[in-house]
């Protein structure tokens, strides 16, 4: 089992830049594919990047492409989501989230998730 807690959100302009953490305690960290999900309000939670368990390939969403990084320190069970460039509809609750068995753009397929942190953009 993996606990995760995520940090690093708040309230930036737009065009500003915000980088989220998730710490992960428990079992081993380098055995999970992670990912990085928002959820706005009124709307279902939505997939934004994912990094398999070396950090050797990543996955994104076409909405964040070229603007936001997923990274993962597996010395310090670490996962990160580095966003730049940031819009108003970036606005959201983020989550990550971690899978032993699937790298996937799929809320359903991840088996932990952590509690969310809040970003706010404004215009």
């Known amino acids: 089992q993996v606990q995760l807690v995520e940090s690093g959100g708040g309230l930036v302009q737009a065009g500003g830049s915000l980088r989220l953490s998730c710490a992960a305690s428990?079992?081993?960290?380098?055995?999970?594919?992670m990912g990085w999900f928002r959820q706005a309000p009124g709307k279902e939670r939505a997939f934004v990047a994912a990094?398999?368990?070396?950090?050797?390939?990543?996955a994104y969403a076409d909405s964040v492409k070229g603007r936001f990084t997923i990274s993962r320190d597996n010395a310090k069970n670490t996962v990160y989501l580095q966003m730049n460039s940031l819009k108003p509809e970036d606005t959201a609750v983020y989550y990550c989230?971690?899978?032993?068995?699937?790298?996937?753009?799929?809320?359903?397929?991840?088996?932990?998730w952590g509690q969310g942190t809040q970003v706010t953009v404004s215009s």
């Open positions: 989230a971690a899978d032993s068995v699937r790298y996937s753009d799929l809320a359903h397929d991840y088996e932990y």
């Open positions: 990094v398999t368990r070396a950090g050797g390939n990543t």
């Open positions: 428990g079992r081993t960290f380098s055995s999970y594919f």
